[in-house]
């Protein structure tokens, strides 16, 4: 069974740091791409970053430059490091896992709000 848990999130102000982590259970060696997702109040949910099985990244024009994606050696979690933070980074954020297979996993969420 596999299953992501986030945490992480939180009020921050803007310019402000948070990491987020998802830690993801069953095994590791099917996985083919994990990475962070976001949706806002009345908006799609939308890519924010990917790493792929070869450790290759990809990031949303939006978040180039102030975030990070990074996993663990043993590939069982993935960081999302969020720095220089805006308000329009508000949202809830979901961790994904994308099997060798096709199947596709979500976390349940964590809410970001970026506020002064």
């Known amino acids: 069974q596999v299953q992501l848990v986030e945490s992480g999130g939180g009020l921050v102000q803007p310019g402000g740091s948070l990491r987020l982590s998802c830690v993801t259970s069953g095994s590791v060696f099917g996985i083919s791409v994990m990475g962070w997702y976001r949706q806002a109040p009345g908006k799609q949910r939308e890519l924010v970053a990917t790493?792929?099985?070869?450790?290759?990244?990809n990031y949303a024009d939006s978040v180039k430059g102030r975030f990070t994606i990074s996993r663990t050696n043993a590939k069982n979690t993935v960081y999302l490091q969020m720095n220089s933070l805006k308000p329009e980074d508000t949202a809830v954020y979901y961790c994904?896992?994308?099997?060798?297979?096709?199947?596709?996993?979500w976390g349940q969420g964590t809410q970001v709000t970026v506020s002064s």
């Open positions: 790493i792929s099985r070869d450790g290759s990244t």
């Open positions: 994904h896992r994308l099997n060798l297979g096709g199947n596709n996993y």
